[in-house]
């Protein structure tokens, strides 16, 4: 009989320790227990993914009726109700957590609905000052948004908040052109809110292929985000605080907290994004006022007061626990996966961390994450798809031939909208193997899952190109594009 409460407590109920718990529960027969202090599901299904994706459905539908009626349907716009939408989206997020909760209860996982820390290598401390021991301590916190360190940042909202709104914003300045505020940027304009962007770097979405993002850009443009980039935001404050001015430069400061330990609050100033017009001056000097602000600036791993450096597990320069390619901290028994190691942040990644641990330590076969050409989406609009090397980065590593096709594609050409599309693919000049592939096109996301196979298989342009084209469709050029466009 163990001399543990349990063989594995994990703290954390989003997707990576909810899958890591079942699995070495239901399928290994482990004793295994998880605390969770939020809602069951965590960021990707409460707060992330799921939501952000619904909401990029129903900021689609304005554009579909415009089209529509360029294909003969005789169909009006109608207007967007936040309210009803909002109403349906919380229905089935508590049905998503419902079945969160259920597969843990169908895999006798003992739930403790509460945070929970480490007290020692083997010990969790629970929020009602019980303890519970385990062989063995799974970390799966995550991260959460925080703000810059602006005067008056408490006023902004991160991500988090968008789904709680009580009304949309007439007007929104999205700080930061990364996945959420781009996604975001997208989202919001769809639904009819006047979108500003300030991106600090000369372009959006930093580490992506560079042609892509000069595409998405450009699109974002065309549907009217008004992005500046070269900008950031120096100041905010109230607007009727500003002009009787009444605000001090850091009202955080003011209640004897500064910006940094309000994201330790978990970002939960209740007064964001319901106080009225915040009047915002930006790097260049420009002074404008929006009736909202969204922070997009980052992320951080939730390790704050977990008890983890005390332990003696090493936390890095982003506060991300510290591990090997097993997942194992420099604490034996102390294991830590997903967004709380800040690896690669995306759901499916921390799932597989966790099975590839739950391997590890109860298959009896030590297997290592494969965070190797990693397929993933941008959901703005359009959609970006990316798998492999950028064209930068390939060409830094070796000479590569660029197959890139840029144009107006079938449904939106016949409705006469300019939108366009791009199809790329980044091949090596000596192997022949496609090192990379960028698509910016509607469900790119779903066109980069199947790419991925090939790209994961190593397949070379040949290969590729022996498969022969599904006509008519924006992605046969992924098959078809004969010359290279460029060498680099
Ligand atoms: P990102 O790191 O992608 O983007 C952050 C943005 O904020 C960048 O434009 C960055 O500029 C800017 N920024 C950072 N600090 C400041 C500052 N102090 N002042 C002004 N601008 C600043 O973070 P996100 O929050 O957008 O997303 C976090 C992670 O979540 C992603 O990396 C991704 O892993 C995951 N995610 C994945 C999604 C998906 O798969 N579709 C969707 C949403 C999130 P700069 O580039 O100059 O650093």
């Not at 295994?32 to 799921?50: K, M, N, P, Q, S």
């Not at 940042?153 to 949309?168: N, R, T």
């Not at 850091?250 to 500064?258: F, I, K, L, R, Y």
């Not at 910006?259 to 994004?273: I, K, P, T, V």
Request: with cysteine; charged share 20%; glycine share 10%.
């Amino acid at each position: 009989m163990s001399d543990f409460d349990y063989d594995l407590f994990v703290i954390g109920g989003g997707s990576g320790g909810v899958r890591a718990a079942r699995v070495a529960a239901g399928e290994y027969g482990a004793k295994v227990a998880l605390a969770e202090e939020d809602r069951y599901g965590g960021t990707c299904v409460i707060r992330g993914c799921v939501p952000k994706k619904l909401m990029v459905f129903a900021s689609g539908y304005a554009e579909l009726v415009n089209e529509a009626q360029c294909f003969g349907w005789d169909i009006k716009p109608g207007t967007f109700d936040w309210h009803a939408f909002k109403t349906r989206l919380n229905t089935e997020l508590d049905r998503l957590e419902g079945v969160y909760r259920k597969l843990l209860a169908n895999s006798d996982v003992d739930t403790y609905d509460q945070r929970a820390t480490i007290k020692d290598a083997h010990t969790v401390q629970l929020a009602n000052g019980e303890t519970r021991t385990a062989k063995h301590i799974l970390l799966a916190t995550g991260g959460r948004p925080v703000r810059p360190d602006v005067p008056n940042a408490q006023l902004g909202i991160v991500s988090d908040d968008i789904f709680h709104l009580e009304s949309l914003p007439k007007s929104i300045l999205i700080v930061g052109g990364g996945y959420i505020g781009c996604e975001f940027a997208c989202i919001l304009n769809g639904l009819g809110v006047e979108v500003t962007m300030y991106n600090r770097a000369a372009q959006i979405l930093r580490g992506f292929d560079d042609e892509a993002r000069g595409l998405i850009a450009e699109s974002m443009t065309n549907a009217g985000v008004d992005i500046h980039c070269g900008t950031s935001i120096v100041e905010m404050a109230l607007e009727s605080e500003h002009e009787a001015g009444t605000m001090p430069s850091n009202s955080d400061a003011a209640m004897g907290a500064t910006a940094e330990q309000s994201n330790e609050l978990n970002n939960c100033d209740a007064r964001a994004g319901t106080q009225g017009p915040i009047w915002v001056k930006a790097s260049n000097g420009a002074e404008k006022v929006f009736d909202m602000v969204l922070f997009a600036t980052g992320r951080a791993p939730n390790t704050d007061g977990m008890g983890l450096e005390e332990v003696g597990v090493s936390l890095g320069r982003r506060q991300e626990v510290e591990v090997d390619e097993y997942s194992q901290s420099g604490v034996p028994s102390i294991y830590a996966i997903g967004d709380v190691t800040d690896r690669v942040n995306l759901t499916p990644v921390a799932i597989r961390e966790g099975m590839a641990f739950v391997q590890t330590v109860f298959g009896g076969n030590p297997t290592p994450v494969d965070h190797d050409l990693i397929p993933s989406a941008v959901f703005t609009q359009p959609e970006f798809g990316t798998v492999g090397l950028t064209e930068e980065q390939a060409a830094e590593q070796e000479p590569v031939e660029i197959y890139s096709a840029s144009f107006r594609p079938m449904q939106t050409a016949f409705a006469e909208k300019n939108k366009r599309v791009m199809m790329k693919l980044i091949v090596s000049k000596e192997t022949r193997v496609v090192l990379g592939c960028h698509i910016v096109a509607p469900n790119a996301g779903e066109l980069i899952q199947l790419v991925g196979i090939a790209v994961k298989a190593g397949l070379t342009k040949e290969q590729f190109d022996a498969t022969c084209a599904v006509h008519p469709t924006m992605s046969e050029e992924l098959v078809t594009m004969r010359s290279p466009t460029r060498t680099a």
